[in-house]
């Protein structure tokens, strides 16, 4: 599976207390939390600051990282803070750095990945991407706001060449220009995916397809210390089970909603990827069954 977006030193404070460039960035969350599930080959860019331990520690994940480009400069920094509503990230500072000029560029040996997730980058990368991966059997992108209003056309010529469409409830309805869910989902159905999966933050996930809708809950968990990255490291565990599992059906989009929950739940209890980086395999399949039980309602 290929990921591609930022790589990043982030600085980040919650209630529950502060991390200082640590390792962060959206294909970093989303390329962690996939390598459960299967290999996962990154795309980015670093500067010569970036210390070489975050590279290794993301090959100890077994991810392939000659793709990520170590260019003269400074590594993309974000700073940011949460107060108790742990679902609105308040950005202190946004430092592109060397991300201001990354062209993705796939090394020869990527450009048959069957499987792709594009992180949140500029809709016209996301399509370079696209054009650059052979056949690939499955794509799927992520979006914020800020593209929604400043690259409206490119990101719709994209939504018009993935599989499925990833974004949150406002953006969809900024996309759409509809205060309702449904028919925004609908449409952005009628430009080209096949699903649309809305990310709820603690509240979980939605996903309509043209045959239905399903529900995710939160995973309800005492203990969050810092949210940044859930809705990367729930992509990424998405797409890894699609990709491990090759079976994109309705029901089993369904698991791969959960399986993505299940990874961005555990991401949740600590800073940058000290979670991750401590949980098991084992873990993952308590807490998605926690989750069936969770769900469960039996007859009437
Ligand atoms: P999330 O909490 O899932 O929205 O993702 C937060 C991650 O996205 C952090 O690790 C940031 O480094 C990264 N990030 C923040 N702003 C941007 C941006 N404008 N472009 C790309 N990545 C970003």
Known sequence: MLVVGSIALDSVQTP????QEVLGGAAVFAAAAASFFAPVRMVGVVGTDFPRE???RLQQWDIDVSGVEVREGQTFRWSGYYEYDLNQAHTVATHLNVFEDFRPDLPRTYCCTPYVFLANIDPELQAAVLDQVETPR??????MNFW???KRDALLAVLARVDVALMNDAEARQLCDT???VQAARRILDLGPRAVVLKKGEHGAAMFTRDGHFAAPGYPLEQIKDPTGAGDAFAGGLVGYLAYTDDFSDDNLRKAIICGSVVASFNVE???LER???LTPNEIVERYRQFRAMTDFGSM
Do not use: N
């Open 16 to 19: 529950f207390g502060a991390a």
């Open 54 to 56: 975050h590279l290794r």
């Open 138 to 143: 499955l794509t799927v992108c992520d979006t």
């Open 148 to 150: 929604i209003s400043g």
């Open 179 to 181: 205060p309702s869910l």
């Open 270 to 272: 600590d800073f940058s």
């Open 276 to 278: 991750l980086a401590r």
